[in-house]
């Protein structure tokens, strides 16, 4: 199911204090963090959980990390600026220490141009052929331990999902207008009252839920992977992330919620309408999956250099834009007929990627090169996954489009053989079924998605 128009509705003004300079691809960013103290309580968990649970969740200082991106054709990107982390609270570096960390830019890394090729075969295929880049990509640097380490697991269980409200402050001194507004906090276009706001169940912006469930055996002391999911339009959030092969996989599962029908990652799902799209390169999907992120990280034991997001439908778009918006807080991601918009905010560097499309798709189409009869999408503001598959060929330094197979239990899996093995690339094209589809006859590619986050090594 594509993304259906969002429809703005009338809110309550809520502002709190949250401004700073833009991010730039390429450019020190130094962003501060500022989403501030989680307190919601929540309500009954989702998948059987009964009563509320109270939580108070921490401020911590985000850390802070300059996104020197890989851009261009044999491009050398600048160092990271250090941002300083704000709220109070101690900067989400290994051990929980205070401060901000930065971000170093990659060395002369050469991007890669034209079309890839498609499908699978054990030869190599698309247009040109090359082996992965000599040039250093630096990935975001998160390694270690978060600060919610040793803490008492308050507001989850390893039996179901609970579900908790998270306030998401709202940006002064800057709009998504001008595209100046920091990726912590909601412009005042997306906040109550703005021409984007979107309201459903007492919830908008500024205050959303999403839901946890903790592995089995949880221990406070033994840092875990998270996997952020998300599905399709029309379901009643928020999901519960399962769906791709996480499961008892010995990750933290976030289920994530959207407001109205869809996720507000962007296109007209985003903005309400077609001429407001442009707002969306400030829109609000990133300030909530860094607020679900610290909140997560604060008051659990998270590994860092291990966090993922992934989603079929609309959750797979929500997938692909946080993999370029959050690159430098995420690890990698996977999608399911999901794609690339237009207006997003900057891309913060490369990303491991593994991607599932349907060549039947006519909802979310895989669109331009692959599929040049396939004309732009104003409503869903994007070419197609196409799209965003070249993006990360180029923002992860591969060279040359070559592919070769990527597992032989997954045949319709091709790999770029040119990427750094730090950020592969894997594109599924499946050439039966259609929309939000993952299986192919008797194969189901959601069984190949954690076992590729999980083997994804730690970036340099």
Same mark, same amino acid.
């Given at each position: 199911?594509?993304?259906?128009?969002?429809? !703005?509705?009338?809110?309550?003004?809520?502002?709190? +204090?949250?401004? /700073?300079?833009?991010? *730039?691809?390429?450019?020190?960013?130094?962003?501060?963090?500022?989403?501030?103290?989680?307190?919601?309580?929540?309500?009954?968990?989702?998948?059987?959980?009964?009563? /509320?649970?109270?939580?108070?969740?921490?401020?911590?200082?985000?850390?802070?990390?300059?996104?020197?991106?890989?851009?261009?054709?044999?491009?050398?990107?600048?160092?990271?600026?250090?941002?300083?982390?704000?709220?109070?609270? /101690?900067?989400?570096?290994?051990? %929980?220490?205070?401060?901000?960390?930065?971000?170093?830019?990659?060395?002369?890394?050469?991007?890669?141009?034209?079309?890839?090729?498609?499908?699978?075969?054990?030869?190599? /295929?698309?247009?040109?052929?090359? &082996?992965?880049?000599? %040039? +250093?990509?630096?990935?975001?640097?998160?390694? %270690?331990?978060?600060?919610?380490?040793?803490?008492?697991?308050?507001?989850?269980?390893?039996?179901?999902?609970?579900?908790?409200?998270? !306030?998401? !402050?709202?940006?002064?001194?800057?709009?998504?207008?001008?595209?100046?507004?920091?990726?912590? #906090?909601?412009?005042?276009?997306?906040?109550?009252?703005?021409?984007?706001?979107?309201?459903?169940?007492?919830?908008?912006?500024?205050?959303?839920?999403?839901?946890?469930?903790?592995?089995?055996?949880?221990?406070?002391?033994?840092?875990?992977?998270?996997?952020?999911?998300?599905?399709?339009?029309?379901?009643?959030?928020?999901?519960?992330? @399962?769906?791709?092969?996480?499961?008892?996989?010995?990750?933290?599962?976030?289920?994530?919620?959207?407001?109205?029908? #869809?996720?507000?990652?962007?296109?007209?799902?985003?903005? %309400?309408?077609?001429?407001?799209?442009?707002? #969306?390169? @400030?829109?609000?999907?990133?300030?909530?999956?860094?607020?679900?992120?610290?909140?997560?990280?604060?008051?659990?034991?998270?590994?860092?250099?291990?966090?993922?997001?992934?989603?079929?439908?609309?959750?797979?778009?929500?997938?692909?834009?946080?993999?370029?918006?959050?690159?430098?807080?995420?690890?990698?991601?996977?999608?399911?007929?999901?794609?690339?918009?237009?207006?997003?905010?900057?891309?913060?560097?490369?990303?491991?990627?593994?991607?599932?499309?349907?060549?039947?798709?006519?909802?979310?189409?895989?669109?331009?090169?692959?599929?040049?009869?396939?004309?732009?999408?104003?409503?869903?503001?994007?070419?197609?996954?196409?799209?965003?598959?070249?993006?990360?060929?180029?923002?992860?330094?591969?060279?040359? &489009?070559? *592919?070769?197979?990527?597992? !032989?239990?997954?045949?319709?899996?091709?790999?770029?053989?040119?990427?750094?093995?730090?950020?592969?690339?894997?594109?599924?094209?499946?050439?039966?079924?259609?929309?939000?589809?993952?299986?192919?006859?008797? *194969?189901?590619?959601?069984?190949?998605?954690?076992?590729?986050?999980?083997?994804?090594?730690?970036?340099?």
């Amino acid at each position: 199911m594509n993304y259906l128009r969002a429809i !703005p509705w009338a809110a309550l003004v809520v502002a709190v +204090a949250c401004s /700073s300079a833009p991010s *730039t691809v390429g450019g020190s960013s130094g962003m501060s963090a500022s989403a501030g103290a989680s307190s919601g309580s929540s309500g009954p968990g989702n998948g059987g959980a009964s009563g /509320s649970v109270s939580t108070t969740g921490s401020s911590s200082g985000d850390t802070s990390v300059g996104s020197g991106t890989s851009v261009g054709s044999g491009e050398a990107s600048g160092a990271g600026g250090t941002g300083p982390t704000s709220g109070g609270g /101690s900067g989400a570096s290994p051990g %929980g220490g205070t401060g901000s960390t930065s971000g170093v830019g990659s060395a002369g890394a050469t991007a890669a141009s034209g079309a890839g090729g498609t499908g699978a075969g054990s030869g190599a /295929s698309g247009a040109s052929s090359g &082996t992965a880049s000599s %040039g +250093a990509i630096a990935g975001n640097g998160r390694h %270690g331990m978060s600060p919610g380490c040793g803490l008492a697991p308050a507001g989850a269980t390893s039996n179901n999902f609970t579900n908790h409200k998270l !306030p998401i !402050p709202e940006c002064t001194g800057c709009t998504a207008t001008a595209g100046n507004c920091t990726r912590d #906090c909601i412009a005042p276009e997306f906040a109550p009252g703005g021409e984007s706001d979107q309201e459903a169940g007492g919830e908008n912006f500024t205050n959303r839920d999403f839901s946890i469930e903790l592995p089995n055996d949880y221990s406070t002391t033994t840092p875990y992977p998270v996997f952020m999911g998300g599905g399709g339009c029309g379901g009643g959030p928020p999901q519960n992330g @399962n769906g791709y092969g996480i499961n008892e996989t010995g990750a933290i599962q976030i289920g994530l919620g959207y407001l109205v029908r #869809c996720f507000a990652d962007g296109g007209s799902a985003c903005s %309400g309408q077609q001429k407001l799209e442009p707002l #969306c390169v @400030n829109g609000p999907e990133i300030p909530y999956v860094r607020a679900v992120l610290k909140w997560v990280e604060s008051n659990f034991c998270v590994d860092l250099s291990k966090e993922f997001i992934g989603g079929g439908s609309s959750g797979g778009w929500e997938a692909m834009t946080a993999g370029c918006g959050d690159a430098d807080q995420l690890r990698g991601f996977i999608s399911v007929s999901g794609g690339k918009r237009e207006h997003q905010w900057p891309c913060m560097g490369p990303m491991a990627a593994l991607m599932v499309v349907n060549g039947l798709d006519t909802a979310n189409p895989i669109g331009q090169p692959d599929q040049p009869n396939v004309a732009f999408n104003t409503d869903l503001d994007s070419y197609g996954s196409a799209h965003e598959r070249l993006d990360l060929l180029s923002r992860n330094g591969c060279v040359g &489009t070559a *592919t070769t197979m990527y597992d !032989p239990a997954y045949p319709d899996c091709a790999k770029y053989t040119g990427c750094p093995a730090d950020f592969p690339v894997i594109w599924c094209d499946i050439p039966m079924g259609g929309h939000d589809n993952t299986r192919d006859g008797n *194969t189901d590619y959601t069984n190949a998605m954690w076992p590729f986050l999980s083997s994804l090594p730690s970036e340099p």
